[in-house]
């Protein structure tokens, strides 16, 4: 009995060292995110992205062997849950948490982690940030522990107003957004740029709405109609651009959209037809870019999950938490937070980009796209088969996409 | 003028939606006394099976199944729990009915998923019905608005003109003496309940494709309909007509108008600036607030005239 006991016991030491000794090659990172609700939809294909990107980007596909193992948490979309399930995955030992949907809840993880990380030296956790786009989280509430590689309000706005600059039909521009801090900046920086830019555009509205409260926009498109908006600049997104659009569809609203996203799920499929040429989008990535770095990936994505590919951030997010952890050859916070900052890599079109180590924010390209028909020249793919995609109308390199920062950070 | 006439005709229709949502509510209350917590789970019920028959066949299989269906489960749900629930007071039968709003929400996540499911518009109904000005009117709209009304004309033939709605119309009142002239008074009520039960599935059936069919739906219009129900005054049908047009027109108006106390004040000589005492309440705009009005109603109603528009009880 006693010799079986030991036995065993050894037997179990051994597996244990063979797993630690398999987790030095593994990365966890937890996937705290909004994956049931009304934002669900979009939470359980940031997830497909993530996973995919993890699948194509580490583990036998990274020259090291570094493998991402995604944990995903679902949040619900709320702030408390999520962070509930920093807690849980702190106390899981997972030093790498990722989260994109709502600057509200991004808010929120940042001000855990710089809590958490000043009352657990040595067990310091890393934010990747791969949607949340509050200019804040890189100015002013800015940390050394959160790194974001989307690109932010202000710089897809200074880009979008810089385009819409130049287009004189544009007269009446009605601001609508989702009240909660992303919604407020885009309605802030919006009237700001455009009356510096355009002092004769007219503002006929700027507006915020609950945030994935409003199931039926019809008031909303008579109120714009009303006030005679040619123009709508929203950072709506999920279910709160689809039904916006397909309200404005619905009363025959003949005006232009300039949005952020109007490429993720669901936004396409309601956009359809009636929105050719009138919807634009501003991103760092599309499927039809021009010098296209993520075709096989994006193609891959599409036959595999039957939906579209277009957070080029989580794949980002992946190599560069690869190139980190292969650089500082740890998995540990500190260390791999010290190889993220300043680290340069490539983009989804090709292009450098460098993960800027001043405040965090990720310096890439920037595209405006304008949904028309597919097939032509520049729109090689369509989404969600409705015939159209996304075509280049400009384009940014990084350092023309680049914003100056004001943070104010000492990195550890 | 092509904004009131649209914001009418947007407000009206949705308050015939909500009228749909919450006849069945107050018709159960009126009968049993039974405020049904699981009423809004049969409206997202309703919009799912609708979804699921319309993917195995076409629409208008789905339009007349998935009440039918749902009216079935409900009279079955009164059959087997509630009336058992009945004896130990309207606590009981109230908590009974909040419970299975939670069973029913976790059921429809298990089965359909924790996201929206793609429950579509059918093509024959998908269009411009006419143009306004400016403005086009969609033709589902007006099909919600035909649906509500037949339903609210049909309602009041059974319950005024026909022999069934004269004896549900006495087990109202007198359950006693309806029972000793020989009729089956807790069949009645299993009716009503399956009936109530079938409106806010049919109610399902039009505002699931028309806005979004998801987990969330039925937490969405659960208090909007207990409000109408309450102005309008518990167990009156005309009450919950009036209220629901009222709370339809009333939120669309609101989200149009973007009168704020400033302006009121302004126009008043008085000037309100950053620095004032309370700017942050003084700036919000009536468009802002527009979610919060009809709960506004509710306490209002309640303080003004708690038997509600067109109640009659007196408490």
Known sequence: MKVSLKASAIAVAVSLMAVSAASAQTVKVAFIEGMSGPFGGVGQNQLNHFQYAAEQFSGKNANSGVTVQIVPMDSKGSPQEALALFKKATDDGIRFISQGNGSSVAGVLIDAVNKHNERNPGKEVVFLNYAAIDPDFTNSKCSPWHFRFDAGVD??????????????????????????????????????????????VKIVGNELHPLGQVKDFAPYIAKMMAAGADTVVTGNWGPDLALLIKAAKDAGFKGNFYTFYAGVIGAPSAIGEAGTDRVFQVSYWHPNVEKNALESTYTGFKYKFKEEFYTVALVNATKFLVAAVEKSKSTDGLPVARALAGMKGKGGSGEDIELRAADGAMQQALYISQWTRAGGPGVKYAMEGTGHGFKTVRYLEPKLAAMPTTCQMTRP | MEFFTISLLNGVSYGLLLFMLSAGLTLIFSMMGVLNFAHASFYMLGAYFAYQVSEW????????????LVALLGGAFERTVLRKTHKFGHVAELLVTFGLSFVILELVQLVWGRTPVEYKVPAALDGSLFKLFNSTFPTYRAFMMVVAIGMLASLFLVLKKTRIGLVIQAALTHPDTTEALGHNVPRVFAFVFAGGCGLAALAGVIGGNAFITEPGMAQAVGAIIFVVVVVGGMGSLGGALIASLLIGVMQTFAVGLDWSFIGGLQSLGVDVTPETFGYPVWKLKLSQVAPILPYLLLVVMLVVRPKGIMGTRDE
């Open chain 2, 57 to 68: 066949t076409n629409f208008w299989v789905a339009f007349v199944i998935a009440p039918v």
């Open chain 1, 155 to 200: 710089m897809k706005l200074e880009a979008l107003t810089n385009y819409m600059k130049d287009n004189k039909a544009i007269k009446n521009v009605y601001v609508l957004g989702q009240n909660y801090s992303f919604g407020q900046q885009v309605s802030k920086f919006t009237a700001s740029m455009l009356a510096t830019k355009r002092p004769d």
